[in-house]
Every structure is written in structure tokens, then in C-alpha cells.
């Protein structure tokens, strides 16, 4: 089942400017085991989930057996269930209770039969469990993080997918595990493998292929020796230089020349033996020849451009916590729609000229809180009637719409943070919001940890949404579902919470360890660094939210 990518291309989802993958271009033979190199940020974890069917292309196509894997946004689901994908921490996607369960999560999808689901069990377990720790009834939450990350392995390799493409899949692993999954690799019958990974020393004996990537785009498609020959590619993409090549480079400064169809992990070792005999021989002595460039040196130097900043992004943190108050406070004292209605508006144009990925998070918000306004008010409004002659179940209006001008205002309230935490780097937070209690601070009141706990909840709002979208392509890689991107089935949601919260609280934990060893308080995050800077912007802004004020407040009666 050959691959064929055409013309890829996917911008950023919060700027549409910047390329993460520039027309790729490449056929993958079926059987075929491919590497996928690059540094970190150079596309290939973005193309290892648009081959997945996890991520889809801005634009180009992608075809299976000459068949297109994308359908009006959804993914063919047949094309779907020959696909495996593990991601780059595969610990982080376990959720069940047990780790029979955790393989039934992933076989669910394939409808197998009791007998065959048993049989791909016990082979994988077998595979990459040589210890026998993987324990049916046992709970994968119980096994040490390199257990974890070969079971979410054997869940994988137990769907018996014809493609199996894998992010750094040696990383956290022991020598051991290595050493079996490269076994995996070789005696594979049927299939192929994209594997993206730094450890070339690894994986190169057993590459059919290279693909290298420098800033989303291609710049090399070749065999292992063809790369061996050309190392400067490898230099100028910032990646680090085979083991056989580095031996090379350094011998090549005593005057020792290794042919460069020998610089291969087979047949480097061979030759360099056999050019130091025979150097030896020659003379006693090694003397020093002119030397070569190293790797550092012949890696061009050069810094891929920022992306743009927003305009909100460069306003005093000052002026966006002084709008923010002024809206909140007008829009809670809204007691009429038609306030509520204005409030909106003026919400709507903060959030004008922000990226796409922002109003993307904010339905993300919204969609939750929606469904939670209908419930409370449908209950808020149920009324049961004992009198004679009436239905015993009725639904008063009154009550109804109370409670829905009530959560509207709270909902408003919510998106208002959500723009200011999306608008306002984290440490400006705390600096804005610690001017803003400067008066208290002479009542010696504890500003300082105030203002640090309330940054802290606006400092989790986006991360909440990041993560989320995180898990969400994991649970859609592990539970094959033909959706559109983004989107998360009911069933699938067990599988997505979990592993959600524990990132939640280990991200939490890190924070706290982090502010405990630096000893960071409000107070002394202020004194640190000072980038608090007032400009004729910043008094635009406000004078804006002034007359906003005054325009809800006009609408309050």
C-alpha cells in the first residue's frame, strides 16, 4: 500500500503566514522504512499527523493505494485502520483501568472476533514485554515510565497497521526495549515504517530512505549513503552528524581518509580499522593534518523570523487590565437583553484582528458552556404542579429566563477573561495587575500573592485549551475516528479526560517546583524585569473602554 504526498502544505493555525510544511513532495513504496529527520521545529511531528490523517493539509493531497486518505475534510476510515501512529511521549496516552482495557480501547475499532483480539494481545505482549510486567488485570497507571511507554508501543503494534509511523519512538527507553523494537522493525513482514528521530546512530542500518526537513520544507530525499556523503545537508539543517561520519571528520584532520561510500554504521567500522593499519604501517607517528571544518562549524548560522506579533500583544498590560475591568464590571450590571446584546458587541470587537487558532479556542469554550446554559435553565424552569385539572410537569418562563440573563452574563464575564489571558504574556499579568493594587499594598494587604494566584488561573486558561487539542489528536490517532479535525466523539471523551487532568497536574506541580526553587513571588517577578511601557496606544485603549463603560452603563436602565 503505497504512500504519495503532493504539493503538502500547512500554515500555522494562529498565523496563516507561517508555513510548518512547504509543498512536500515524496512516493513511500510499500515495505519500505523511511527516517524523518530534522531539529525540533522543523515540521516532522506536523507531517507525521498529516500522513495520519490526524492533521489536515492547507493544501495538496494525499493518496493510499492511489486513493485519496481525505474526503470532503474527513478522513476515509478503511485507509483509516491501516494507518498506527505513536507520538512522541506515548506514556501520556494511557487512560484505562487496565491494561487489558487499554488494548481493547485500541483493537475496538477493527471488529475483531474474541479469538483474534486474544492472539494480537499476546503477540505484542510478547514483543515488548520480555519481563512479563504487563499483567492484564493490572493497572498501566502502576508500571514505571518505561513500562508505560512500551505498553502504549504494544497497543499499537497489536492493531497490525500497514503503515506505522513513529515520533522518537527510542526516547525514554532502555537499551533492552531498543534492542527488541529494532528486532520488531526487522522482521516485519508487510508494511512499512516512517520513523521521525534524532538517534540516527540507531536507526540508520535500517533505512531504506531519508527524508530530511530544514524549517517545514525538504531539502533532502535519499538513501542512508547518499547522506553519508553529503554531510554538510545534515549541518546546514541543524542535525546532528552520524557516529561513522564524526569519527571521520576527526580522522580526516590526521590525514586518515575514509572513501565516502564506506561512511555507513555497516561499513564505517570496517574502514577505519583498516585505514588506521595501514596508516600505521606507513608511519609510527599520526601527524596533524590541516583540519577540517567541524560539524559546528560548517552549520549555518541563521534564525528563522518571528512570526508577527498581534497589535494586542504589544499593549501595556496596564491598558488591557483597566479595559477588562471596565467591561466586566459594566456588562454584571446588566439587568436588561438589550444590554446584554450591546456587551456582546463590544466583546466581539476585542476580539477583532486576533489569530484564527484564538477564535478556535474560544468555541472550544463556548460550545461546553452552551450546553451547560441549556441544562441549568431547562431545569431552572421545570415546575411541578400539584393543582387539579393542570399537567403535573410545566415550565415557567419567568424562571427560565432569569437564569438565562444570568448565565449569559457570567458567560460574557468568562470570554472576557479568556481574551485577556490570550492577549497578555504571563508575567505582565503579574506586573499590570500589581500596579493596579498598588493602593493596597500601603494597607499592607498581600498584593503580591494575589496578583500571582489570579495570573495563575488566566496562565492556565490557554494552556488548558493547548493540551486539549494535544490529547484530542491523540485520542482520534487511537481511536480511528473519521472526523473532522477537532472534533471528539462522546465514546472517546473517557479516553481524552484522563490523561488531560494528569497533564494538567503535572504541569501544575512543575510551576509550583519551578516558583519554589527561583523563590518568585508577584513582588519580586516585578522588580525582575520592568516591561511595563505606557504609549499613545495604550491611552486609546482605555479611553475606549471609558466610552464603552459609558455605553453599558447608558444601557443598564
Not at 262 to 277: D, F, M, S, V
Request: aromatic share 8%; hydrophobic share 50%; charged share 20%.
Amino acid at each position: 500500500m503505497p504512500i504519495a504526498l503532493e504539493n503538502i502544505r500547512v500554515n500555522a493555525q494562529d498565523d496563516p503566514n507561517h508555513q510548518l510544511l512547504k509543498d512536500i513532495h515524496f512516493q513511500l513504496p510499500d515495505g519500505s522504512v523511511t527516517l524523518l529527520i530534522g531539529h525540533t521545529g522543523s515540521g516532522k511531528s506536523t507531517l507525521l499527523q498529516v500522513m495520519a490523517g490526524i492533521l489536515e493539509p492547507t493544501l495538496g493531497s494525499i493518496t493510499m493505494d492511489e486513493q485519496p486518505l481525505w474526503q470532503k475534510r474527513k478522513v476515509n476510515e478503511a485507509h483509516l485502520l491501516r494507518l498506527g501512529l505513536t507520538f512522541q511521549f506515548p506514556e501520556q496516552q494511557l487512560f484505562a483501568r487496565s491494561v487489558r482495557q487499554e488494548f481493547a480501547y485500541s483493537l475496538r475499532p477493527y471488529r475483531l472476533g474474541a479469538d483474534e483480539r486474544e492472539r494480537r494481545i499476546r503477540k505484542a505482549s510478547a514483543d515488548l514485554d520480555p519481563h512479563g510486567v504487563f499483567a492484564m488485570d493490572r493497572s498501566p497507571f502502576s508500571l514505571s515510565g518505561g513500562e508505560q511507554r512500551r505498553l502504549a508501543l504494544a497497543t499499537t503494534f497489536a492493531t497490525a497497521p500497514d503503515w506505522l509511523l513513529m515520533d522518537e519512538p527510542t526516547a525514554g527507553l532502555e537499551a533492552a526495549a531498543v534492542r527488541e523494537l529494532l528486532r520488531l522493525i526487522r522482521e516485519r513482514d508487510r508494511g512499512g515504517f516512517v520513523i521521525a528521530t534524532h538517534d540516527l546512530d540507531t536507526f540508520f542500518p535500517l533505512a531504506d530512505r531519508v527524508i530530511v526537513l530544514d524549517r517545514g520544507a525538504l531539502v533532502f530525499d535519499g538513501s542512508p549513503e547518499a547522506l553519508c556523503r553529503a554531510p554538510e545537508l545534515l549541518s546546514r539543517a541543524g542535525v546532528g552528524l552520524p557516529s561513522c561520519v564524526e569519527a571521520a571528520i576527526e580522522l580526516a584532520r590526521y590525514g586518515i581518509a575514509i572513501a565516502p561510500d564506506l561512511l555507513t554504521p555497516e561499513l564505517a567500522a570496517p574502514a577505519i580499522a583498516a585505514a588506521l593499519r595501514e596508516r600505521a604501517s606507513a608511519s609510527p607517528e599520526l601527524a596533524p593534518h590541516a583540519a577540517a571544518p567541524s560539524p559546528q562549524a560548517t552549520r549555518e548560522a541563521g534564525v528563522a523570523p518571528k512570526p508577527p506579533q498581534a497589535a494586542l500583544l504589544r499593549l501595556d498590560p496596564r491598558a488591557k487590565w483597566l479595559l477588562y475591568l471596565l467591561l466586566v464590571i459594566g456588562m454584571m450590571q446588566q439587568q436588561l437583553w438589550s444590554g446584554l446584546a450591546v456587551s456582546t458587541l463590544l466583546l466581539g470587537l476585542m476580539f477583532l484582528g486576533l489569530p484564527r487558532s484564538v477564535h478556535r479556542g474560544s468555541w472550544k469554550i463556548s460550545v461546553p458552556f452552551l450546553i451547560f446554559m441549556f441544562i441549568s435553565i431547562l431545569l431552572a424552569g421545570l415546575d411541578w404542579s400539584t393543582a387539579e385539572g393542570q399537567l403535573p410537569l410545566n415550565f415557567s418562563l419567568e424562571r427560565g429566563w432569569s437564569t438565562a440573563l444570568t448565565l449569559t452574563r457570567l458567560f460574557l464575564v468568562l470570554m472576557a477573561g479568556y481574551w485577556l489571558a490570550v492577549t497578555t504574556p504571563y508575567g505582565q499579568l503579574v506586573q499590570g495587575l500589581n500596579w493596579a493594587l498598588a493602593y493596597f499594598r500601603k494597607a499592607k494587604l498581600p498584593v503580591e500573592s494575589f496578583s500571582l494566584a489570579v495570573s495563575l488561573i488566566f496562565r492556565f486558561i490557554p494552556l488548558i485549551l493547548g493540551e486539549w487539542q494535544r490529547f484530542s489528536a491523540i485520542v482520534r490517532a487511537r481511536g480511528k475516528a473519521a472526523i473532522r479535525p477537532g472534533a471528539v466523539r462522546s465514546r472517546d471523551i473517557p479516553a481524552l479526560v484522563v490523561p488531560l487532568l494528569l497533564a494538567m497536574f503535572h504541569k501544575a506541580e512543575q510551576m509550583t517546583v519551578a516558583m519554589e526553587m527561583k523563590k518568585i513571588d508577584g513582588k519580586q517577578l516585578m522588580l525582575k524585569k520592568n516591561t511595563l511601557r505606557w504609549q499613545r496606544k495604550d491611552t486609546i485603549l482605555v479611553i475606549l473602554g471609558v466610552f464603552g463603560f459609558g455605553l453599558l452603563i447608558y444601557f443598564r436602565a
